[in-house]
């Protein structure tokens, strides 16, 4: 046979155009469908650790759309087949059948009645955002058999479910559920889901008092349908038919705003975040914070936030930022991550240093008198003094004399070097800024870095008690997205030897004998009472309280104030902040257990039971105590002096003064004389060295300090100034040495040092007073007077 080539080529040439146009329809067919098909803002959606939505932020664009989902639930999937497209599985994105019986409904009816649009039509519709023309109808047909060339049905389910309209500016399967609803859409009933597979061809119905007949009939419709396809049986279409219809709208949850805020900032806007909460914990501890805070509002106190650490996992459990209460000033600040001023809440980062090098262990006696340094008097909180106290209560009592002399002792610099290590982000000025009012709040930190140190050292013994090793990992930021390593924040504090066991533990130890705050000051009477090791801090000016507990199972922490920054009166760690503390730890499930001991790291030491320090032959009374390793290198006790006494040891001799007497030689503890002087007020069993027999003093020795003013058992009124206020009266004294220093204290209260002139304005109350003073040898001298009433 002969072929033609013309012939060929004629038909081609006269065929061209139709060749061209069906190559282009092809190459428009295989790049119709933009890469995303839909790239309209989301919401910001955070879920707890089982998946249960906590918290949504609406779309930059003001609807509320949530993140595309990964499955579509059966019953809606079901629901909206039935109601929508009933040959969904089998077509290939156009049902022809469809568009016949639309296009036969719409000529009957006289007007557009039905579109005959398959989901994977609708799907490209929406994609689109196109008005409804038959142009745009071909449209859709081509990119939706391109969808099914693309997409399984599966994901093209997900497409229309995670994009359709629901009404308002409801947008998403997801978003209506919890809206409508407040259930995940896989906990929707067969009613509600059919209701759901009705309202993006309808949303309008779901405006509340309106057309509700309509919308029910249409829901009905599809529960019928459901019924005959075999999908549901005839008792749940009788029970779905009796459901009632959804009203309104519902509020999304509101559990963890601050958590979301901070994950937003954190560059995760728009996403599906699965946390590390418990949302059932953190609505108990919400409802518990409001409660409180009910009573906090009436002193004008109107912000709090709880952080709860699970220590076994490393978890935030519940993240409470602000308390939210419709008086609540400033709610919408994270104070979890705001700095404040930390009053005594770094306390035992001290102790725990000087303990781990052994300059420090519990009973050690510590100074507790009148100090200044420089421009700086610290005071304790009373505004006494013991003298001297041990040092596990001087951490337990929150002394701030004996604090401030630990860190002169252990070194600024040293210490804010230590801060920095934990992640304490916020002590970034220079240690010469700070000076020794660091130990006391001078610096700021946030409940977040405070928290974590805290943990860092529970998890710390947990760590060492069961593989008697140490992790750098335990000093990692505590994680709150689900699955994650660690928290996103940089950790520096990727040490595995910021403390050791011993010193943690001995610091948790005494940090057990805080005082708890009115019915949880018992707690050592009932065996069932929960071991915790806790602080509290107090800032300058009553701005900011603290407390922070660990046991082996949990840290939690808790600040109370005014974010505006605002004190008040009765804003002390104590009495604001622990009673929500003990509050949380009663609702976390805790074991008894307690911190294993650290046996390797902690030794038996023999110790003077007078002074603390290690034992000396001059010790007259010993006790044993565990302490750390290094404590065994501690200077030995120096409080001890062989004195000449007689039989009764009222008295003390020289030797060129005791003839005739009957005498003996007696170990003492003393005290240097000021610390001597607090001590014995609060300690009547010191009895410290015994006066030297009259006999045995010089002249010079029984003048050497007196008081010139006032006379003992003077009578004092009070002169006025010129605007009618009180002047003070001019204390006066001297002593034999020019260079001491006198302490000035009045009905054992202290008002003052003096240098060189010794002169002291004070304005008693009226009444009897007892006017003391004293020298840095321990000598005093005391009168009486009486100040008028005018």
């Not at 252990?410 to 934990?422: A, P």
């Not at 000396?616 to 006494?645: M, W, Y």
Request: charged share 20%; aromatic share 10%; with cysteine.
């Amino acid at each position: 046979m002969k072929i033609n080539i013309g012939d060929y080529t004629f038909k081609f040439e006269r065929n061209k155009s139709i060749y061209f146009g069906v190559f282009v329809f092809f190459v428009y067919f295989w790049f119709c469908l933009p890469n995303q098909l839909f790239n309209s803002p989301t919401s910001t959606i955070l879920l707890d650790r089982s998946g249960q939505l906590m918290n949504a932020q609406i779309a930059s664009d003001g609807q509320w759309r949530f993140p595309a989902i990964d499955s579509t639930p059966y019953k809606f999937k079901e629901a909206l087949i039935s109601y929508e497209d009933k040959t969904f599985d089998t077509h290939w994105g156009v049902s022809i059948s469809s568009i016949f019986r639309a296009m036969y409904q719409n000529i009957t009816a006289g007007k557009v009645v039905s579109g005959g649009s398959t989901i994977t039509m609708q799907v490209a519709r929406m994609s689109r955002q196109s008005e409804r023309t038959i142009f745009n109808k071909l449209v859709e047909m081509v990119w939706a058999y391109r969808l099914e060339v693309r997409h399984s049905k599966a994901e093209i389910l997900n497409l229309y479910a995670s994009n359709a309209p629901f009404g308002g500016n409801v947008v998403g399967l997801e978003a209506a559920s919890w809206r409508y609803f407040s259930l995940p859409p896989d906990r929707l009933s067969w009613a509600q889901s059919a209701t759901l597979a009705v309202l993006p061809n309808a949303p309008g119905l779901i405006h509340p008092g309106k057309n509700r007949e309509k919308l029910k009939e249409k829901r009905n419709r599809v529960l019928a349908t459901l019924l005959e396809r075999g999908k549901i049986d005839s008792i749940t279409y009788d029970l779905s038919i009796e459901e009632k219809l959804v009203t309104a709208p519902n509020n999304l949850p509101m559990d963890a705003p601050h958590l979301l805020q901070r994950l937003n900032k954190e560059g995760n806007k728009g996403s599906r975040i699965k946390s590390t909460l418990d949302q059932q914990l953190q609505r108990q501890l919400n409802e518990l914070l409001t409660r409180h805070q009910k009573h906090l509002n009436e002193n004008y106190i109107h912000n709090a936030a709880v952080l709860v650490i699970d220590l076994k996992t490393n978890e935030v459990v519940s993240y409470i930022g602000n308390s939210a209460t419709k008086k609540n000033k400033g709610k919408h600040v994270d104070i979890i991550q705001a700095p404040r001023s930390t009053g005594s809440v770094m306390k035992p980062f001290l102790y725990a240093a000087m303990t781990q090098e052994g300059q420090v262990h519990s009973k050690k006696l510590i100074p507790d008198v009148p100090t200044r340094y420089d421009n700086f008097a610290p005071k304790n909180y009373e505004d006494k003094h013991d003298g001297a106290v041990p040092a596990n209560q001087a951490l337990s009592r929150s002394l701030n004399v004996p604090a401030v002399h630990l860190l002169q002792q252990y070194g600024v610099e040293k210490f804010k070097h230590k801060l920095n290590q934990l992640g304490q982000h916020f002590v970034n000025k220079s240690a010469e800024h700070y000076g020794l009012s660091l130990i006391l709040g001078g610096a700021e930190s946030s409940l977040w870095d405070i928290a974590k140190a805290y943990a860092g050292m529970a998890k710390t013994l947990n760590y060492f008690d069961e593989h008697r090793l140490y992790s750098k990992n335990n000093w990692d930021a505590p994680k709150y997205i689900y699955g994650g390593d660690e928290s996103r924040e940089q950790n520096d504090t990727k040490s595995s030897n910021l403390y050791d066991a011993g010193s943690i533990y001995l610091t948790f130890e005494a940090l057990l004998d805080v005082n708890r705050p009115n019915m949880e000051s018992s707690w050592k009477q009932f065996s069932s009472s929960k071991r915790i090791a806790w602080k509290t801090g107090t800032s300058f000016g009553n701005r900011d309280a603290w407390a922070v507990g660990c046991t082996p199972d949990y840290a939690v922490a808790v600040w109370v104030g005014n974010a505006s920054g605002e004190g008040r009166p009765g804003l002390v760690g104590t009495l604001a902040a622990a009673p929500i503390m003990f509050n949380v730890f009663s609702r976390l499930d805790i074991s008894q257990k307690w911190f294993g001991r650290p046996h390797d790291e902690l030794t038996p030491m023999s110790i003077c039971k007078h002074s603390g320090h290690r034992n000396t032959p001059k010790c007259t009374q010993v006790d044993t105590i565990f302490a750390h390793q290094n404590a065994l290198r501690s200077e030995p006790c120096g409080f001890h002096e062989s004195i000449l006494t007689d039989k009764q040891e009222n008295y003390q001799y020289h030797i060129n003064c005791a003839s005739g007497i009957e005498t003996k030689t007696v170990s003492k503890f003393v005290l240097p004389p000021l610390q001597a002087w607090y001590y014995q007020s609060s300690h009547p069993e010191y009895k410290g060295v015994p006066p030297f027999h009259p006999d045995c003093k010089t002249s010079a020795e029984k003048n050497y300090l007196s008081i010139v003013y006032p006379e003992n058992n003077g009578k004092l009124l009070a002169t006025k100034d010129l605007s009618g206020n009180e002047n003070g009266f001019v204390f006066e004294a001297v002593h034999q040495s020019s260079s001491s220093k006198l302490f000035w204290h009045i009905d054992n209260k202290f008002i003052g040092t003096t240098s060189v002139i010794h002169k002291v304005n004070y304005l008693p109350e009226p009444g009897e007073h007892e006017l003391t003073v004293l020298d840095e040898k321990g000598n005093a001298v005391s009168i009486q007077f009486e100040v008028l009433n005018q």
